[in-house]
């Protein structure tokens, strides 16, 4: 996407979910991103929405095994779990929060950076998906010795209400954010920009 030019809804949704993971780095805090992400996506005119989940993370180099969320905790002997629980943010099992777009058949994650804490090292997602509402209720993705397995969670409501309070809170900095995508300056840019005031 260059300067002044739209980009397309991938493109500019990309710039977001990068923006985005830029501004939380490492901080855990995925019902926040996910609640600026859809702000930022209202402004540029993509209906987003947040969507529970539940993850298994697999890290080969380190063979690091983590799990978010009872419904994929719940896939491991108790001494696995055992492992995992020091690595929750605040010591609960809230389950993780993305963010998907029927239109375009996107899941976005933004805050999977987080895993900084524990010594993966995670990107900020966009993956294009066959169904925001799969079938087998799963989604893969894998990344240079990463592999993530989502779990829907719809009945998991435990981030939501911080959800949509970040979702209000994050008008004003939605709009600036929005309007850098739509000049085509670099997310790496505009989340500099932004944590400057």
């Not at 002044?4 to 949704?13: D, I, N, V």
């Not at 890290?59 to 719940?74: C, Q, V, Y």
């Not at 629980?85 to 099992?93: F, L, M, S, T, V």
């Not at 993705?141 to 989502?150: A, P, T």
Request: glycine letters at 10%; aromatic letters at 4%; charged letters at 25%.
């Amino acid at each position: 996407m260059s300067v002044g030019q739209r980009g397309t809804p991938e493109e500019e949704l990309s710039a977001a979910t990068s923006v985005v993971g830029e501004l939380f780095g490492i901080e855990a805090d995925c019902a926040a991103a996910a609640g600026l992400l859809v702000a930022i996506g209202d402004e540029l005119g993509h209906a987003l929405r947040p969507r529970p989940v539940a993850a298994i993370i697999r890290e080969t180099k380190s063979n690091t095994l983590l799990a978010m969320g009872p419904k994929a905790t719940k896939k491991f002997s108790p001494e696995q779990i055992a492992g995992m629980e020091n690595h929750r943010p605040g010591g609960r099992d809230t389950g993780h929060l993305v963010v998907t777009s029927d239109e375009h058949k996107l899941l976005l994650d933004p805050n999977m950076r987080q895993l900084g804490n524990v010594g993966v090292d995670a990107p900020s997602i966009l993956i294009r998906v066959r169904s925001t509402e799969p079938e087998s209720g799963e989604w893969q993705f894998r990344h240079e010795g990463l592999e993530i397995l989502y779990f829907v969670d719809d009945e998991n409501r435990a981030l939501l209400p911080h959800y949509e309070n970040a979702h209000r809170e994050s008008r004003v900095y939605a709009q600036a954010i929005a309007e850098g995508i739509r000049a085509g300056v670099d997310p790496i840019e505009i989340a500099a920009r932004m944590k400057k005031s």
